[in-house]
């Protein structure tokens, strides 16, 4: 390997004037060089590893780029105020109250099926609900509600996956089943009282990704979620991540939006939509420019219920159509300060 080599090459240049002996650490000159030596090709023998770890991370392992939520599509013009702030600021003011429920029925991905290995615990949240995804010892993904029933714990913060299929608190040990969400086991007692359960959520897993089903009758799944075949040809080299803050049919409606292809889009670096001897790397450039164009407008945007459109833009008022088919009575909204309800329920806290 280069670099060990290289590395080796400056060790043993360093060995010859005998820095320690000089420094009046080792008497013996000759032990003093040996030992530089050996401290040098040990640590020659680390930086070769981690150089070539970082090397081979570089080229083989997927490319994941997360953006913070104010690293895109946010324009301010008061240098007294942080970008943060700005974004804050321009979530509070953006007009909320007439936009459709927030949480649509139908599956979710949350998390990719390699970031979860077997017996291992995740916190994520979606849809205002705190959950703790696991991966049992046979390889099944379990998705349950965090807050313990006993105290509150957070089972997904410290809690292990036990047994073949069991989560177990952080705090006193208590062990939930994944598959029924029954209390199993309480270290301390004789007595496990049967009617302590966690709530469990469908849950699948289809080309690579962890899915929820969320139905906010807590109906049952009502279709799967279907294999893209095509996907089977791919290898995942990586993919970049944004936060938007923008109403979730939001951004299916951009696939139905014609019009704003040809004024918001207009091309970058040659033509963005047809360009048949591109180079990866120059696609992907194109690509992310015009998805961070679209960012700009959801993040900046509001949810108009009754948007004016021409003739032409009928694809869009399909699609509103057909989305609605996502939504139920009782689906979740939020008033006019950003807070969820739920319109036909008194009230969703049980505590
Ligand atoms: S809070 Fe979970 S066992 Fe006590
Ligand atoms: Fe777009």
Redesign the pocket.
Known sequence: MITSYLIASVGTAFCSPNLLSWLGFIADESSATNVACVLFNVLAAILTVWLTAKIYRILFSPLDLYRGANSVGYVHHDSRIQTAQAVKDAQKRKKIGNSPPVFPNGWFRVLDSRSLEKGRVKSVYVFGTQLAVFRNKRGTVRIVDAYCPHLGANLAVGGKVVNSDCLECPFHGWKFSGETGKLVDVPYSQKVPSFVSISTWPCCEVNGFIYIWHHCDKAEPQWRVPEAELLKDFKYVGRTEHIVHAHIQDIPE?GA?SA??SH??KPVIGSDVEQTNDSFLNYLIRHGI?IE??ILMWNNKTYLKKPVLMKEESALAKHRRWYQQFYSENSPRLDDQGNLFYPNKADVTDW
């Open positions: 951009n939006d704003h292809l918001l889009h015009q164009r679209d």
